[in-house]
């Protein structure tokens, strides 16, 4: 079985920053492409952030320059640094990691979400 765990959403005002974690954890032999995505209230979940095991990132239009995603291989943890936030950045994040477990095959797993809220 694996797990994601999410943490570090709150409330932020506009202009500041936020850093999300998250810990992946179970039988996994290696994670490839892990990445984070969001959804506002009445909005499709989209994608934020992507990186591969090797480190190469890919970004919504939206985050770019104000959003760095990064990863601890050894940790199993990936981290989206947040700054400049902004109102449109409030919503649920979450995260999602292509995991090969020991005992079965490369699947895509979520974690449970994160709320971010950014105010005026």
Request: hydrophobic share 30%.
């Amino acid at each position: 079985q694996v797990q994601l765990v999410e943490s570090g959403g709150g409330l932020v005002q506009a202009g500041g920053s936020l850093r999300l974690s998250c810990a992946a954890s179970g039988s996994i032999f290696r994670i490839n492409i892990r990445g984070w995505y969001r959804q506002a209230p009445g909005l499709q979940r989209e994608l934020v952030a992507l990186i591969t095991r090797g480190g190469s990132t890919n970004y919504a239009d939206s985050v770019k320059g104000r959003f760095t995603i990064s990863r601890d291989n050894a940790k199993n943890t990936v981290y989206l640094q947040m700054n400049s936030l902004k109102p449109d950045d409030t919503a649920v994040y979450y995260c999602m990691s292509s995991v090969i477990p020991y005992d079965g095959y490369e699947d895509d797993y979520w974690g449970q979400g994160t709320q971010v809220t950014v105010s005026s």
